[in-house]
């Protein structure tokens, strides 16, 4: 797997895991049954966010914040030969490598990162 | 919906012989069948949720659970532990009961959180415990989710 891929995908996780802690029923859950101090929580999570973020190089840097600002995720897995950031098929040759994760591949048509889940 | 529906045979271990609370995450994983690499950010997602306050939630049971695009739908996996697990439970007791959820960050159906809900409402019932430690095979397991109407 493409190293810069690999970040995204975590940063990508660790932003989802954020996020949730804002939503009524997982900071419930998580707060509840598994007795999570919250706010901790949230501070740890921006805090690795940060710490990955330098690991990107500035262009990948840049797409991922706009992306994840503007439309949520950044890296949207392709499934059945479809980007799931458009629904637009992927060219053939690029998911006929043997690990299209191996590249660092940006959606021709919506300009999402893409993952190719096993 | 019914819990049992999302649990595979082969993602059922009732005989776990690790010795830490990391290497029965990894082991947990390694039920999926992913690729090293995606079971690596799986693995290090579970880690870091782990370190945000553990996931043991008392009575010898844990509910490890993340959501991570290296999947393509909802997960479980089901471990049982002899000996017991030091996963720093919030009684402090050894775990011994380890449920794995994932899921991938949006989905279709929405299950995350009903499973996980659903998990929870059977690891809080009475005799769940003794019940899970008294089960010989992945059928048992199975038949059990099914009794209890989960
Ligand atoms: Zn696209």
């Known amino acids: 797997m493409h190293d810069q891929l690999e970040t995204l995908l975590e940063m990508q996780d660790l ?14 859950l998580e707060t509840g049954l598994f007795e999570m101090g919250a706010e901790q929580a949230i501070d740890a999570l921006e805090a690795k966010i940060t710490e990955l973020e ?27 030969g479809v980007c799931y950031g458009c629904f637009v098929a992927v060219p053939t040759s690029w998911a006929a490598d043997a690990d299209p994760n191996d590249k660092l591949n940006v959606c021709q048509s919506c300009g999402h990162f893409q993952y190719y889940p096993s | 919906m019914r819990l049992r529906d999302f649990f595979s045979v082969d993602a059922i271990d009732l005989d776990l012989s690790t010795e830490t609370k990391d290497e029965t995450l990894k082991k947990l994983v390694g039920l999926f069948h992913l690729d090293e690499k ?20 008392g009575r010898g049971i844990a509910i490890p659970h993340c959501r ?30 380890v449920f794995l959820i994932v899921a991938p960050p949006l989905e ?18 009475a005799d769940v415990p003794e019940r899970l430690a008294a089960v010989e095979n992945a059928e048992g397991f199975l038949q059990l989710l099914e009794e209890k109407g989960v």
């Open chain 1, 15 to 28: 932003h989802m895991q954020r996020r949730a802690l804002d939503e009524g029923g997982v900071r419930e």
């Open chain 1, 54 to 80: 330098l690991r990107l190089g500035k262009s990948n840097q840049e797409r991922f914040r706009h992306l994840i600002s503007t439309r949520q995720r950044a890296v949207v897995p392709v499934l059945a």
């Open chain 2, 38 to 57: 995606s079971e690596g950010i799986l693995f290090k997602m579970l880690k870091r949720r782990e370190n945000l306050g553990s996931t043991g939630i």
């Open chain 2, 68 to 97: 991570s695009l290296v999947v393509n739908r909802l997960r479980v996996a089901f471990g049982r532990h002899g000996a017991g697990l030091d996963f720093k439970a919030i009684d402090e007791k050894p775990v011994h009961y």
């Open chain 2, 108 to 125: 279709v159906s929405n299950q995350y959180l009903p499973v996980l809900g659903k998990i929870a409402q059977f690891s809080k019932e």
